[in-house]
């Protein structure tokens, strides 16, 4: 078995009522750190753990999201003329990076359906695919190449955990783990998305990265609306469980920034900017300022 996958999907179809009114007019997939949009990030991360495709599972009214992926011949002629070679590279980067295609959502059912939404866009190689939330910016990057050499080891499917704050739980899908020898990595028992913190079974949550086995899409067609009335990945998951296909997280103890609320997405903001070297002094020192006269 080849633990190496070529396609890594990312749910984008969501309608980013958190941030109304900006996304009446522009995804919010592509809303800038700093300047450039996170759906970049994710497909640099897909990319570096040896994805060659991208899928953007994304609805009719946001194909702004995977013509960010296209090259703009035009700007670029502009930009050569004006000496502006900085700005090319800038502006090619994405393209470069990896090959996106679209898979259409047509209805908002939920995490689970968005995914199997890009079946179609799977090829006979595609013995696993990743699965890149991109409201989750985890960091350092590298959790999906560990994840592959888990697969490898272990086979089935392999998620990335955080251990959460009890009192947080409720806002993810939630591990039933027991312990493999490695502090790391955890063998999954069971599943269970959004539960009450007294019903959580421990506090490892997802955290937005899936190594899903092909077989995921078979699961997907059999699953029913769970939590919040929605087709969630998690009972997908939790079904092959049942069924005895091997399931594995790796435990994330680096950091992560949640891009899909208002207060998360500044704080990512701010740490992208102060990390650079163009924003980051001055931007320090105006916090500094600023705080200090609050
Ligand atoms: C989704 C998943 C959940 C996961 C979370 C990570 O929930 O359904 O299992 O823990 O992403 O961010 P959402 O944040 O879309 O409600």
Known sequence: MSSAFHTAIVPAAGLGTRFL???KAVPKELLPLVDTPAIEYVAREAAEAGAKKLVIVTSPTKASVANYFDENPDLEQSL?????TDLVEKIQRAPKLIKAETAIQDQALGLGHAVGCAEGNLTGEDEAVAVLLPDDI???TGALKKMAEVRQEKGGSVLLAF???REQISAYGVFDVR???S???KQVVGMVEKPKPEDAPSTFAAAGRYLLDRAIFDALKRITPGAGGELQLTDAIALLINEGHPVHVVVHRGGRHDLGNPAGFLRAAVDFAL???EYGPDLR???RERLDNS
């Open 80 to 84: 050569t003329d004006k000496g502006k």
């Open 163 to 165: 251990d959460i704050p």
């Open 138 to 140: 985890i960091l350092p």
């Open 275 to 277: 990390n650079t070297p």
């Open 285 to 287: 020192e105006w916090l």
């Open 21 to 23: 009114p900006t996304t």
């Open 183 to 185: 502090d790391d990595v």
């Open 179 to 181: 312990d493999t020898g």
